[in-house]
């Protein structure tokens, strides 16, 4: 029998926050609440420090991690749709050439956990040049860097 809210990924199960039924496992990954902070293994980065890691590596894959409706509203040029909930080894190894190619996620903003699970799950399966833009699109957007609506 799965636990009420995981979510089964191949040799791993995850377990959503779900006490008393205060969190549905639906919210389990909407935005409530905050990201963490930091995560172990990727350097987290601010709009300047991203714009400064694109010139020191141009070939920096930049993944959107959010869901195809959040994108609608903008996304950072050249950046690639992947949400977390697609995020997987195979669909990583798809925009990736190798595991030291730098990388670097974001959602919505530090609200949004999306980019968090996303890069958790690259750990996993092995990339180690992971960076993370936790302020995401609405530190992007707040402070006038260039961006695309589809």
């Known amino acids: 029998m799965q636990a009420r809210g995981a979510l089964c990924m191949p040799g791993v199960v995850?377990?959503?926050?779900?006490?008393?039924?205060?969190?549905?496992?639906?919210s389990a990954w909407s935005e409530e609440g905050s990201a963490p902070a930091a995560?172990?293994?990727a350097v987290l980065l601010s709009a300047e420090e991203l714009v400064?890691?694109?010139?020191?590596?141009?070939?920096l894959v930049?993944?959107?991690?959010?869901?195809?409706?959040?994108?609608?509203?903008?996304?950072i040029e050249g950046s690639v749709s992947l949400p977390n909930t697609e995020t997987d080894c195979d669909s990583l190894a798809r925009v990736l050439p190798g595991f030291d190619h730098p990388v670097v996620f974001y959602c919505n903003g530090p609200k949004?956990?999306?980019?968090?699970?996303?890069?958790?799950?690259?750990?996993?399966?092995g990339y180690t040049r992971i960076y993370w833009f936790r302020g995401g699109f609405a530190e992007w957007k707040a402070k006038g860097y260039p961006y695309l609506n589809e």
């Open 14 to 26: 995850i377990f959503a926050a779900v006490f008393s039924g205060a969190l549905s496992p639906v």
């Open 39 to 41: 995560i172990e293994g």
């Open 52 to 59: 400064a890691t694109f010139e020191h590596h141009p070939r």
């Open 62 to 75: 930049m993944i959107d991690a959010r869901l195809t409706g959040d994108r609608r509203q903008g996304y």
């Open 112 to 125: 949004c956990r999306r980019s968090y699970v996303a890069v958790k799950r690259a750990r996993r399966c």
